[in-house]
Nanobody
Framework: VQLVESGGGLVQAGGSLRLSCAAS????????MGWYRQAPGKQRELVAA????????RFADSVKGRFTISRDNAKNAMYLQMNNLKPEDTAVYYC????????????????WGQGTQVTVSS
């Protein structure tokens, strides 16, 4: 699976961005996928995850109510709609495929995109 992110950029606090992840590979619609982010000096963290069919989602507490994750299996694409952005959302955002989601944890899969920078100014 190859993953390519797009849609990052510079936005003012309170603004919105929509990230896209284009995926290749015949098993796309059977894989759980997600978005992670990594800010300077911090560990990579899960932002949101979505099941293979799109029915189930999971969000980090810090983005609940502001971010929405979706996917279009016909287009081999996944999206992250980010609203009411805050300066603390500034990070490189990565697309990930093959996640394992359990009630207790979300374990990233082996496939990563190259990342897209999101910068939120105050």
């Amino acid at each position: 699976v190859q993953l390519v992110e797009s849609g990052g950029g510079l936005v003012q606090a309170g603004g919105s961005l929509r990230l896209s992840c284009a995926a290749s590979g015949s098993t796309f619609n059977t894989n759980a996928m997600g978005w992670y982010r990594q800010a300077p000096g911090k560990q990579r963290e899960l932002v949101a995850a979505i099941s293979g069919g799109g029915a189930n989602t999971r969000f980090a507490d810090s983005v609940k109510g502001r971010f929405t994750i979706s996917r279009d299996n016909a287009k081999n694409a996944m999206y992250l709609q980010m609203n009411n952005l805050k300066p603390e959302d500034t990070a490189v955002y990565y697309c990930n495929a093959g996640l394992v989601v359990t009630p207790a944890a979300t374990i990233p899969g082996d496939y990563w995109g190259q990342g897209t920078q999101v910068t939120v100014s105050s």
